[in-house]
């Protein structure tokens, strides 16, 4: 079939056949398929949708254009985990290596962060020497001998993403359920693990802002995962507010070896997603009977300082100075040459935050990159001094900036002072998780 015709068919809102799909990712990754015509058809998935046997029909596809890798050699079940991505959340730095000390095998290639999001690979690399770009041999080796181990891609990981994902971000088509399913699970896919915990953010710092668009999401990579016969589950939970405190990336390391030492509370919003993440994964791994049973033992590798070690070892074996990972050191990683905070103008209750601003103000001051070419300062960024529903005097510190270049600083506290919306009545409460969807 001529590829207008395809179009047209998408267009006029039929189901596209596997052949099809298969024809339209190949053609696409081999620059046979014009990206004006790849560009429309983008469109017409967007406007019409596509089945669950057609996204995941895209999803094989697009798994197959490049590597796959195979973890079948290393023991026990390998567990992933992926986020839709947020600001402040820095789960992965925390339940990776937990997971890994109540005997999960984790294995985990992450991406950077972009725009307002964070990413871990960043994170990571704040610690001098960490290097997140591995060899597959060694990749295998940590996770074997250390249980967890969280690399950046392989270059030829997913290559019809690279390029579906570049045509999608200028053509207006990002915010489509089956183009964001096929984009995430093919990755997730290609990367060899067993069964996924996928963590669907929903809120204003989030793709999907309402909790009915990130359920439809998430049910969508679950049915994929039920499709092509691996484990997939999914948690929605907010991004209303950023998720931990600290949003920057030696300061979001800072965070996860705070928790990693019990210095959080669990009513705190990191650790119960934190352990809501950790819980899905050791039940997975059949390393737990129940959620109780998870957080118990999630909880005890907390007490004892075992989730603690695993990252340090992790972190070692990347050729990073783990000596810097401790409640003691940690905060040499954080020395910038200024602490600014960012006072309330009124007296009030915090009625919203808008998480992305939040996210946008942190790179600001170089935490983050606008665009791929720009270079981020390890130890910038914002920490929170206050959550949604908290009293705050005027005067009373909002956030304290942590800087090194002061030339966008005003630009960064107007962004956060616009963020944090202060009023006489706290806003309505929204929950911390929205749901779990697990296969049926
Ligand atoms: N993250 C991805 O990897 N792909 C998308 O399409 C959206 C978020
Ligand atoms: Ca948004």
């Known amino acids: 079939m001529r590829f207008v015709d395809m179009i047209e068919k998408k267009a006029g809102g039929q189901r596209l056949s596997s052949a099809e799909i298969a ?12 990206d004006y015509q790849m560009s429309a058809m983008l469109m017409a998935i967007l406007q019409r949708g596509m089945t669950a046997e057609e996204t995941a029909e895209l999803t094989l596809s697009m798994m197959h254009s490049g590597d796959v890798v195979d973890l079948s050699d290393l023991p026990g079940v390998k567990l992933d985990k992926h986020s839709t991505g947020g600001v402040g959340d820095t789960t992965t730095l925390v339940v990776a290596p937990l997971v890994a000390a109540c005997g999960g095998t984790v294995a985990k290639m992450s991406g950077r962060g972009l725009g307002h999001t964070g990413g871990t690979l960043d994170k990571l690399e704040s610690i001098p020497g960490c290097c997140v770009e591995q060899s597959m041999e060694s990749f295998r080796r940590i996770v074997r001998e250390n249980g967890v181990a969280v690399i950046g891609q392989t270059g030829n990981l997913v290559p019809a993403d690279k390029k579906i994902y570049a045509l999608r971000d200028v053509t207006a088509t990002v915010r489509s359920v089956p183009l964001i399913a096929s ?18 953010k929903t809120g204003t ?7 009915e668009e990130a359920r439809a999401l998430a049910e969508r990579m679950v049915d994929i995962g039920a499709l092509v016969g691996r484990r997939v589950a999914a948690v929605i939970t907010d991004m209303n507010q950023p998720l931990g405190m600290a949003v920057g990336n ?3 390391v800072r965070e996860a070896v705070q928790l990693l030492s019990g210095q959080i509370a669990p009513d705190d919003p990191l650790y119960e997603v934190c352990m809501l993440l950790g819980s899905q994964m050791l039940r997975m791994g059949g390393l737990a009977a129940d959620d109780a049973d998870a957080r118990n033992r999630l909880r005890a590798a907390i007490d004892s300082g075992a989730g603690l070690e695993k990252l340090q070892r992790m972190v070692a074996m990347m050729g990073g100075e783990s000596a810097y990972l401790t409640p003691e050191r940690i905060d040499e990683l954080c020395a910038v040459r200024r602490h600014i905070d960012v006072p309330a103008g009124e007296d009030g209750c915090v009625v919203s935050m808008q998480a992305e601003r939040i996210g946008t103000a942190a790179q600001m001051l170089g935490a983050g990159r606008a665009t791929k070419e720009d270079v981020i300062d390890p130890a910038v960024g ?9 009293t705050v005097r005027r005067g009373d510190p909002l956030c304290t900036l942590y800087v090194n270049d002061e030339t966008r600083v005003e630009e960064a506290k107007a962004m956060l002072l616009g963020a944090i919306r202060i009023g006489a009545h706290g806003g309505a409460a929204t929950p911390m998780v929205y749901g779990v969807v697990e296969s049926k």
Do not use: H, Q
């Open 205 to 211: 710092g989030a793709f999907m802002e309402t909790p």
């Open 250 to 252: 030696a300061l979001e």
């Open 23 to 34: 024809e339209m990712v190949t053609g696409y990754v081999a620059g046979e398929i014009p």
């Open 183 to 200: 984009s995430v699970m093919s990755k997730k896919l290609a990367s060899g693990s067993d069964a996924i915990v996928l963590d669907v």
């Open 382 to 390: 914002l920490v929170m001094r206050v959550r949604c529903g908290d």
